[in-house]
């Protein structure tokens, strides 16, 4: 048995309970919506820089409004299948730098993301995450398809975890280069003048 002591508990949903242990980890069980707050913070509000993780369980279908509102060390969240609702302002200047959805795009309130600068992944299968979607979200986001919760890559000379492996998907998802061929990217070689020009053209009329 291993014993984590807890900070705080409570109760965030009629069917939810939250608890924050010593390691910074949020703990949400349950199913359902989460509440919404507004006049009144979250009730993890005041441990909002403690925060490192949050742990949503299979079942929740809704994120509050200003949930995790100025959570400046929440890095990465994991959103599970089940949910279709992210509340207005909910992650509004969070530190997250990694988003991940499990299932199809919820519906977005105003500012959930802003000033949010992450990676998110998303199920390249799923036809709800179409581009308005993901524009929809603010903040700055670099989006990037998944199989099986791997990016899609059909480039043989892109390994994953390079430095630059995630601006060579979201150059090629978001229509700025495809490529030297279907397999191949080529990241060691140099650009020319006119490479450059028309990565430029395409990134500002993408």
Same mark, same amino acid.
């Given at each position: 048995? =291993?014993?984590?002591?807890?900070?705080?508990?409570?109760? @965030? /949903?009629?069917?939810?309970?939250?608890?924050?242990?010593?390691?910074?980890?949020? #703990?949400?069980?349950?199913?359902?919506?989460?509440?919404? $707050?507004?006049?009144? +913070?979250?009730?993890?509000?005041?441990?909002?820089?403690?925060?490192?993780?949050?742990?949503?369980?299979?079942?929740?279908? /809704?994120?509050?409004?200003?949930?995790?509102?100025? @959570?400046?060390?929440?890095?990465?969240? #994991?959103?599970?299948?089940?949910?279709?609702?992210?509340?207005?302002?909910?992650?509004?200047?969070?530190?997250?730098?990694?988003?991940?959805?499990? /299932?199809?795009?919820?519906?977005?309130?105003?500012?959930?993301?802003?000033?949010?600068?992450? =990676?998110?992944?998303?199920?390249?299968?799923?036809? =709800?995450? #179409?581009?308005? %979607?993901?524009?929809? $979200?603010?903040?700055?986001? #670099?989006?990037?398809? @998944?199989?099986?919760?791997?990016?899609?890559?059909?480039? =043989?000379?892109?390994?994953? /975890?390079?430095?630059?492996?995630? +601006?060579?998907?979201?150059? %090629?998802?978001?229509?700025?280069?495809?490529?030297?061929?279907?397999?191949?990217?080529? +990241?060691?070689?140099? @650009?020319?003048?006119?490479?450059?020009?028309?990565?430029?053209?395409?990134?500002?009329?993408?």
């Amino acid at each position: 048995i =291993t014993w984590v002591a807890y900070t705080a508990s409570g109760q @965030c /949903g009629d069917d939810l309970t939250w608890v924050l242990d010593d390691n910074g980890v949020l #703990t949400i069980t349950g199913t359902g919506d989460m509440w919404d $707050f507004t006049d009144a +913070p979250a009730p993890w509000f005041q441990y909002r820089e403690q925060i490192q993780s949050v742990e949503l369980p299979d079942g929740l279908t /809704g994120i509050g409004n200003y949930a995790f509102y100025m @959570c400046s060390g929440l890095a990465s969240v #994991t959103f599970p299948a089940s949910l279709t609702r992210i509340g207005a302002s909910a992650f509004y200047l969070a530190g997250l730098k990694e988003l991940r959805f499990e /299932g199809s795009a919820p519906n977005i309130g105003a500012d959930a993301f802003s000033f949010v600068t992450a =990676t998110a992944y998303y199920p390249a299968d799923d036809d =709800t995450w #179409t581009e308005a %979607v993901r524009q929809n $979200f603010g903040g700055e986001i #670099t989006w990037i398809p @998944c199989v099986g919760g791997k990016p899609v890559n059909s480039f =043989t000379d892109v390994p994953e /975890g390079k430095w630059y492996t995630t +601006p060579v998907l979201w150059a %090629v998802q978001n229509g700025v280069t495809s490529g030297v061929d279907a397999e191949h990217f080529a +990241p060691d070689n140099g @650009c020319t003048r006119g490479q450059v020009v028309t990565f430029l053209y395409r990134y500002a009329n993408k």
